[in-house]
């Protein structure tokens, strides 16, 4: 079983910067590709970013590429993703994810493992 835990989330102005991290438990983070999702209120779930499982590839919906940044460190069982330039429609929870054995997957049934999520409010 893994555990995944985020923090960063918060109330920031458009255009603003957050950093969100995604701790996990267990001793086969590197194993995992990690993904960040997003759900806004009545909306689906969406992908946001995936890194590799060694963090030497990634990959992003068209709406965050060039603003988010997605890295690893693989020696503290973490995950981040860097928010830059923030809108307001990126107002969302956001989860971070582990897929087992996986290299740059978007598909939410790919990943076993999900955190609770952490709120990300952007105001105009």
């Known amino acids: 079983q893994v555990r995944l835990v985020e923090s960063g989330g918060g109330l920031v102005q458009a255009g603003g910067s957050l950093r969100l991290s995604c701790a996990t438990s267990g001793r086969t983070f590197s194993s995992y590709a990690m993904g960040w999702f997003r759900q806004a209120p009545g909306k689906e779930r969406e992908f946001v970013a995936v890194i590799s499982r060694s963090g030497g590839a990634t990959n992003y919906t068209d709406s965050v590429k060039g603003r988010f940044t997605i890295f690893r460190d693989n020696a503290k069982n973490t995950v981040y993703l860097q928010l830059n330039s923030l809108k307001p429609e990126d107002t969302a929870v956001y989860y971070c994810?582990?897929?087992?054995?996986?290299?740059?997957?978007?598909?939410?049934?790919?990943?076993?493992?999900w955190g609770q999520g952490t709120q990300v409010t952007v105001s105009s």
């Open positions: 994810a582990a897929a087992p054995g996986q290299s740059l997957v978007v598909a939410t049934t790919l990943y076993h493992y």
